[in-house]
Structure formats: structure tokens, C-alpha cells
């Protein structure tokens, strides 16, 4: 995207400038302030949560993702390719969870254009791996804020598949495509800004192409990380909750929107 973009986008500095004034300070982190109780009134007894994880090939699973994308869109085929490996690798609960209810994530949920389904399906995953955020074991969401934070950051498509998918071949659509930064994890501002760089609409073959190569390179993400977390070597970025610096839930690009300017939170 553009450099006017990229300036917009500043506040993320600002984020990674708290972030350390935090974690020094040594202020818990969280998305708005509670852990989730482990027994709660319904269910909390009898859930069993977090679901066994054995490592995955992160390379293995974007491909996976890439092809089913064309089956189920962005959300379900994130959720699929990882779901669908660990019911061979681990079976129940895998096996039983309906991994395609979750085509609704399409078109960041039905088309409203709000969370994209890539990082939505990317957190449902994650959670179910690592569980509640629960006092002692935050790291869950913090998965979540860094697949948000890369996927708002990145030029995305990051993946490039080995073979394109039959139906992008036989529409002619290249190995290489147009990358942008959408400085969001929204469907709006990211398939939005791809469509204005490629020129390309949302009907077009490309475009389909592009969402299944995000939605590939945000499968790919999540496995490194819950590899990493497997393995006892994730480091959480250390993101700062949005809500915990303004006062408001969002996403720090208020420029993008309110110009210079951001209207103040009522605090209290
Ligand atoms: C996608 C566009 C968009 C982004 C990005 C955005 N806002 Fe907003 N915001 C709005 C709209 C639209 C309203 C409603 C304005 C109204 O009702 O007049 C609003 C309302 C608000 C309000 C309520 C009070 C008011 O004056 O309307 C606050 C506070 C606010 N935004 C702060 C922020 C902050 C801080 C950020 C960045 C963290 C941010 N916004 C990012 C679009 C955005």
C-alpha cells in the first residue's frame, strides 16, 4: 500500500512503545481485563478444554488450507486444515468437532466485511489448543492478538501454493499476485485495499485466489506458533490491548477513520 497508508498506520509504534512500558512494569496483559473462571454455570464442569496438540508442518497445512478454501472459504478452511490433520494425528475430540459449521467466517461473516475468517478461524484454533485464559496461563490470547497484529502487518498473501488450485488454473489466474497491507484484521479494509492495488473485483478468479492464499498464509502462521508454544518456545509479542490504551475496542488505526482527529474515550 501506499506510504500515506503506512504513516496511518503509526500507532502500532506506540503500541510496541507501551508494550514494554508494561511488561516492565509488570502489568498483566489482557483483552479486557478477566480471566475466564473455569467453572462457569453452564458447562464449565463438564467441557473438556484445552484439546491435545501434536506438532503440525506448517508448510503442509497452508497447502491443505489453500484447497479448502475453494470448499469451504477462509474461516472453515483455516480451522479444516488444522482440524482435519490433528483428528489423524490425535482423533476425539477432533473427530467429532464440525470444523464446516464455520463456513459463516466467509466474507468476514457472511459478507458484513468484519473480522476476515482467516485470523477468526486462526483464533478459534488456537484457543481450542491452549485453552481458557486462565490466571496462570494467559497464552491463548496472546496467539490471538499476534496472528491479529502479523495479519494486519504482513503483505499478504505471504503463501504462494506449489500447484494452483484446478479452478484458479482453469481461470487463468497467476502464480504471482498483487500483496497488500491492510493494517487490520477487517475483511472490508483488507480485501478492500488487494481489490484497489490488483484492480481486480470481487468476482474476479484473482481475487478468490488471493483470499485462499491469505487464508494458507494465516494457517501457516498458526501452526509455527502453536508449534513454538508445543515446543516451550513461544514468546508472546507482547500486544497491548487496543481497549487497555483508549478506553475503546479497536484496533489502532483511528486515523484511518477520524483524520487527526481521534475523538477521547470517556474514561471512568
Ligand atoms: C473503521 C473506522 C474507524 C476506526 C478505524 C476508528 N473509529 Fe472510532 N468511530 C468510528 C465511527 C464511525 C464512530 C461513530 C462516530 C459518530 O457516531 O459520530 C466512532 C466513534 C468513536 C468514539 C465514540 C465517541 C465519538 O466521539 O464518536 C471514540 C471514543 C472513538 N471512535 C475512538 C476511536 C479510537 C481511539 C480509534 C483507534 C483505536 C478509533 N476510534 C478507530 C469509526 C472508526
Known amino acids: 500500500m501506499s506510504e500515506e497508508k503506512k504513516t496511518v498506520f503509526e500507532p502500532t509504534r506506540r503500541q510496541v512503545l507501551a508494550t514494554t512500558g508494561a511488561m516492565a512494569a509488570g502489568v498483566a496483559l489482557s483483552q479486557l481485563g478477566g480471566f475466564v473462571s473455569k467453572a462457569g454455570a453452564t458447562g464449565g464442569k463438564t467441557e473438556k478444554?484445552?484439546?491435545?496438540?501434536?506438532?503440525?508442518?506448517?508448510?503442509?497445512?497452508?497447502?491443505?488450507?489453500?484447497?479448502?478454501?475453494?470448499?469451504?472459504?477462509?474461516?472453515?478452511?483455516?480451522?479444516?486444515?488444522?482440524?482435519?490433520?490433528?483428528r489423524e494425528k490425535v482423533g476425539e475430540p477432533y473427530t467429532s468437532f464440525p470444523a464446516d459449521a464455520f463456513v459463516f467466517l466467509e466474507g468476514g461473516q457472511l459478507g458484513w466485511g468484519t473480522i476476515c475468517g482467516s485470523p477468526a478461524g486462526a483464533n478459534i484454533v488456537a484457543s481450542l489448543i491452549i485453552g481458557p485464559r486462565t490466571a496462570g496461563d494467559p497464552d491463548a490470547h496472546h496467539i490471538g492478538n499476534d496472528v491479529m497484529q502479523w495479519y494486519s502487518e504482513a503483505a499478504l498473501p505471504t503463501f504462494t501454493p506449489k500447484e494452483l488450485n484446478p479452478k484458479a488454473k482453469k481461470a487463468g489466474v497467476p502464480h504471482k499476485l498483487q500483496t497488500t497491507v491492510s493494517n487490520s484484521p477487517l475483511c472490508h479494509l483488507s480485501v478492500g485495499k488487494w481489490m484497489k492495488a490488483a484492480n481486480k473485483s470481487l468476482k474476479s478468479p484473482e481475487r478468490k485466489d488471493r483470499c485462499a492464499r491469505v487464508a494458507a498464509s494465516t494457517a501457516y502462521k498458526v501452526v509455527e506458533l502453536l508449534n513454538a508454544w508445543h515446543d516451550g518456545d513461544y514468546e508472546s509479542s507482547g500486544f497491548v490491548s487496543c481497549a487497555k490504551e483508549n478506553g475503546i475496542t479497536g484496533q489502532f488505526n483511528c486515523m484511518e477513520c477520524h483524520g487527526d482527529d481521534v475523538p477521547e474515550a470517556p474514561q471512568g
Open 49 to 86: 478444554w484445552p484439546w491435545p496438540y501434536k506438532k503440525l508442518d506448517p508448510a503442509k497445512t497452508a497447502e491443505i488450507c489453500y484447497n479448502e478454501w475453494y470448499r469451504v472459504f477462509c474461516g472453515a478452511a483455516v480451522i479444516n486444515s488444522v482440524v482435519g490433520q490433528l
